[in-house]
């Protein structure tokens, strides 16, 4: 299930769950509860005043955030903040494992999140972010055998990622072109 089908099934089923429906929680937190904008007191709030699940907090908070004016950044926005400061060398690799997989179809966009860039057909195939120890991580979904490649490793919770590796700051254009075949075999395996 993708976040926004998530969020539309948590957000339906909220008064019978929590007694009020999203627009009454919304107003809620505007007349009595944190700022809207800080959405971690706003979910602390709901957990510790008012009993409320996870999932519902996060839907509550995010709506509320939304009335309250906050806008979301766009995806260059979340992939400018990853690749900021220390981690700005990584970027040129960044992109062009992104102009890899956007390159496999007219179903493929990227979207925005704040510790990884999701890049998604039907469902999210590959994530990339930066990794650890001047790396950038390229995490990918496989529903079926992964193909055989020594760089693979089981990936520990990366996004919606099966297996990842890591590419070297010092990574060359035929470092990025071996991800091909990892890519196209995600990118089918999701569509």
Same mark, same amino acid.
């Given at each position: 299930?993708?976040?926004?089908?998530?969020?539309?099934?948590?957000?339906?089923?909220?008064?019978? !769950?929590?007694? !009020?429906?999203?627009?009454?929680?919304?107003?809620?937190?505007?007349?009595?509860?944190?700022?809207?904008?800080?959405?971690?007191?706003?979910?602390?709030?709901?957990?510790?005043?008012?009993?409320?699940?996870?999932?519902?907090?996060?839907?509550?908070?995010?709506?509320?955030? &939304?009335?309250?004016? !906050?806008?979301?950044?766009?995806?260059?926005?979340?992939?400018?903040?990853?690749?900021?400061?220390?981690?700005?060398?990584?970027?040129?690799?960044?992109?062009?494992?992104?102009?890899?997989?956007?390159?496999?179809?007219?179903?493929?966009?990227?979207?925005?999140?704040?510790?990884?860039?999701?890049?998604?057909?039907? &469902?999210?195939?590959?994530?990339?972010?930066?990794?650890?120890?001047?790396?950038?991580?390229?995490?990918?979904?496989? !529903?079926?055998?992964?193909?055989?490649?020594?760089?693979?490793?089981?990936?520990?919770?990366?996004?919606?990622?099966?297996?990842?590796?890591?590419?070297?700051?010092?990574?060359?254009?035929?470092?990025?072109?071996?991800?091909?075949?990892?890519?196209?075999?995600?990118?089918?395996?999701?569509?």
């Amino acid at each position: 299930m993708e976040p926004a089908d998530m969020m539309a099934a948590v957000t339906t089923s909220l008064d019978e !769950r929590t007694g !009020r429906s999203l627009d009454e929680w919304v107003a809620l937190v505007r007349e009595t509860g944190p700022d809207p904008l800080d959405q971690r007191a706003v979910r602390a709030w709901l957990r510790e005043v008012h009993g409320v699940p996870q999932n519902s907090q996060w839907a509550i908070a995010d709506a509320a955030a &939304t009335a309250a004016g !906050r806008q979301r950044p766009d995806v260059d926005a979340y992939t400018d903040a990853l690749y900021s400061g220390a981690k700005a060398h990584l970027r040129p690799i960044h992109d062009a494992i992104i102009i890899l997989a956007e390159g496999l179809g007219d179903d493929v966009r990227r979207e925005g999140r704040g510790t990884y860039i999701p890049v998604v057909r039907r &469902t999210q195939f590959v994530a990339v972010a930066p990794g650890p120890r001047d790396t950038v991580r390229v995490g990918f979904r496989f !529903r079926e055998t992964p193909p055989d490649d020594e760089r693979l490793s089981p990936a520990k919770g990366f996004a919606q990622a099966t297996h990842w590796l890591h590419l070297a700051a010092d990574a060359d254009e035929d470092d990025l072109r071996s991800l091909e075949p990892l890519l196209q075999a995600a990118y089918r395996q999701n569509g």
